[in-house]
């Protein structure tokens, strides 16, 4: 069972070329119920996820993601764009005050969000890409996030055109210290 947890964590891949293919509503669904196991602090699930297909819907949400950033074409080109959206002032606190060091925790929580989708598309056959550097509040427009939400990432999802091979790691005993840093 390990093996085939590890065998998906080390073969997904930031796809960002799609092939003309729609995606099954159960696998669609499939892969958004890893969503709704990912944990959250305090069970919080902070998230709330845009399921975006219509191609003029993701031609407004391409206007905020820059020419220059190499995921700007997999908006249109996916079948199935995700914008992952949190509450703010929700996941991190308690009696609402900030219970930690770090405050807010929803950048957290969809980072677990966002890895738990990426694996199950992975092992669905799906392809995934995480995009962060567009204008979040022109995206957040786009989809009609309401206020007292901000739009974290977009993730375009299908099937692969094109995986790209694996980047190189850094070797366990370089990141790794025992019991001190």
Not at 57 to 82: F, Y
């Amino acid at each position: 069972m390990l093996n085939d947890v590890m065998k998906v964590i080390k073969e997904r891949r930031s796809v960002r070329n799609f092939e003309d293919k729609p995606i099954p509503e159960e696998v669609l669904k499939s892969v958004l119920e890893a969503i709704q196991w990912a944990p959250s602090w305090a069970n919080t699930q902070c998230w709330e996820v845009v399921i975006i297909k219509d191609p003029d819907a993701k031609a407004r949400v391409q206007e905020a993601v820059p020419k220059a950033n190499p995921g700007n074409k997999a908006i249109v080109d996916a079948p199935v764009v995700l914008a992952l959206c949190a509450r703010p002032g929700t996941a991190g606190y308690f009696k609402g005050e900030a219970a930690t060091k770090f405050g807010d925790w929803f950048m957290f929580d969809l980072g677990l969000a966002a890895q738990n989708l990426c694996l199950a598309a992975h092992a669905a056959g799906l392809g995934t890409v995480i995009l962060g550097l567009f204008d979040h509040d022109k995206a957040a427009a786009a989809v009609n996030a309401p206020e007292g939400y901000e739009l974290v990432t977009l993730i375009p999802v299908g099937y692969p055109a094109k995986v790209p091979s694996a980047p190189k790691r850094r070797d366990i005993v370089e990141f790794c210290r025992e019991d001190t840093f």
